[in-house]
């Protein structure tokens, strides 16, 4: 209440134009600003072939989550939310993904959040989403986001519309309970969508109104492109489409772009993610 949330530190020195921006465009989806970002997967490929002859099983998710982390890590306003017309820095980069329980049209969808500080390497990021989801894609597994979503939907349709509404009030005035935080899925640094595993092309999804996602990645399906490369010549690569989804609010857009130019960097050479980086970049009080 009165500026100060469970899930991040109001910002005080940000400039009047970012603190005047949020009362002109109040909701994510008035300020969603969509890019595509093309991957080219020659560097990608080559690194999860020399990891597989190690004996380790990387794939494009684990690559593209640890890839965003590490942005993140480096280039912390990516990790800011607008709420109430107030500037936050979250305490941690969580990262949240929709998961089928079996890949069926019957079969059941749930949502799971994990959280990064920024400092792991992919192998460490691996590990944690692997085993979220190993957790999550059993027919009878439930998790918490489940649990709170049936307890809501257990009553008639009329409160279940009451009781979102107020828990938007809550949120809003920063009072909605830590419990509740920690297990919405609407409340992160990103949500990705992984389309690439039921095989069809990215989307530009919008950000939920609801909660704080301030990025949304989706990962479309790899397929054959023309580009020019340096020298003039042409030629056919392997290129997987990310469609991008941001809350412009928050950040202005020189830094995006140079977020995403930092973002090439390392898709280009994803050895680096082997690293650890030793300390976060700060962001401002």
Not at 253 to 258: C, D, M, R, S
Request: charged content about 25%; hydrophobic content about 40%.
């Amino acid at each position: 209440m009165f500026g100060k949330r469970s899930d991040g530190i109001r910002l005080k020195t940000i400039d009047p134009i970012f603190k005047l921006i949020p009362h002109i465009m109040k909701d994510r989806s008035d300020s969603q600003v969509s890019y595509l970002y093309p991957v080219r997967c020659d560097s990608l490929d080559s690194f999860v072939a020399a990891k597989r002859a190690e004996g380790i099983s990387y794939n494009y998710m684990h690559l593209v989550i640890a890839a965003v982390v590490r942005l993140i890590a480096l280039r912390p306003q990516l990790n800011r939310f607008v709420m109430n017309g107030r500037h936050y820095k979250r305490k941690i980069i969580y990262v949240s993904l929709a998961v089928k329980k079996t890949l069926k049209d019957e079969g059941d969808e749930t949502t799971v959040k994990v959280g990064f500080t920024g400092l792991e390497s992919i192998s460490e990021i691996k590990a944690k989403l692997d085993e979220v989801i190993l957790a999550n894609t059993t027919a009878k597994a439930i998790n918490d986001t489940d649990k709170t979503a049936k307890i809501l939907t257990r009553v008639p349709n009329c409160m279940i519309k009451f009781a979102v509404w107020f828990l938007k009030c809550l949120d809003k005035h920063g009072m909605l309970p830590k419990k509740i935080i920690e297990v919405s899925p609407f409340h992160t640094t990103l949500f990705i969508t992984n389309l690439k595993s039921i095989k069809i092309d990215f989307v530009y999804h919008h950000l939920y109104n609801f909660g704080t996602t301030g990025i949304f990645v989706s990962m479309g399906k790899e397929k054959m492109q023309a580009f020019v490369e340096e020298d003039g010549s042409i030629k056919a690569a392997k290129v997987m489409n990310l469609g991008v989804v941001t809350d412009e609010r928050f950040c202005d857009g020189l830094y995006y772009a140079n977020s995403l130019r930092l973002l090439k960097r390392i898709f280009e050479n994803p050895a680096v993610l082997e690293s650890k980086i030793e300390k976060l970049t700060p962001d401002i009080d």
